[in-house]
Nanobody, 124 residues
Framework: QVQLVESGGGLVQAGGSLRLSCAAS????????MGWFRQAPGKEREFVAA????????GYADSVKGRFTISRDNNKNTVYLQMNSLKFEDTAVYYC?????????????????WGQGTQVTVSS
């Protein structure tokens, strides 16, 4: 397993941008598929974006497609989530997750390692 630590959350006005980072420990980071999920108050956790081990295949939830971009730097053991044109409904705790399945995975049950989460609050 890998240890994951998210950062970059905060308070932003609607229409603004934030960039989340997720730093991973371990020498096998480059073999893991990575994903971002979020959970808003009173709601279930939902998939946001995912990326395969090499970074050349990505997937997004319809609600963020065209606004969010997931990327990774395997030399830095880090995955990013660039969030643009933020909306009030993007407010949630965002979690980074790692899957030992190197190919693109979207289902939360496929991810075995999770970070502690970072709060993103979008004011309307």
């Amino acid at each position: 397993q890998v240890q994951l630590v998210e950062s970059g959350g905060g308070l932003v006005q609607a229409g603004g941008s934030l960039r989340l980072s997720c730093a991973a420990s371990g020498r096998t980071f480059s073999s893991y598929a990575m994903g971002w999920f979020r959970q808003a108050p009173g709601k279930e956790r939902e998939f946001v974006a995912a990326i395969n081990w090499s970074g050349d295949v990505t997937g997004y939830a319809d609600s963020v497609k065209g606004r969010f971009t997931i990327s990774r730097d395997n030399n830095k053991n880090t995955v990013y989530l660039q969030m643009n044109s933020l909306k009030f409904e993007d407010t949630a705790v965002y979690y980074c997750a790692a899957s030992s399945s190197g190919g693109l995975v979207l289902a939360g049950r496929m991810f075995g390692s999770w970070g502690q989460g970072t709060q993103v609050t979008v004011s309307s």
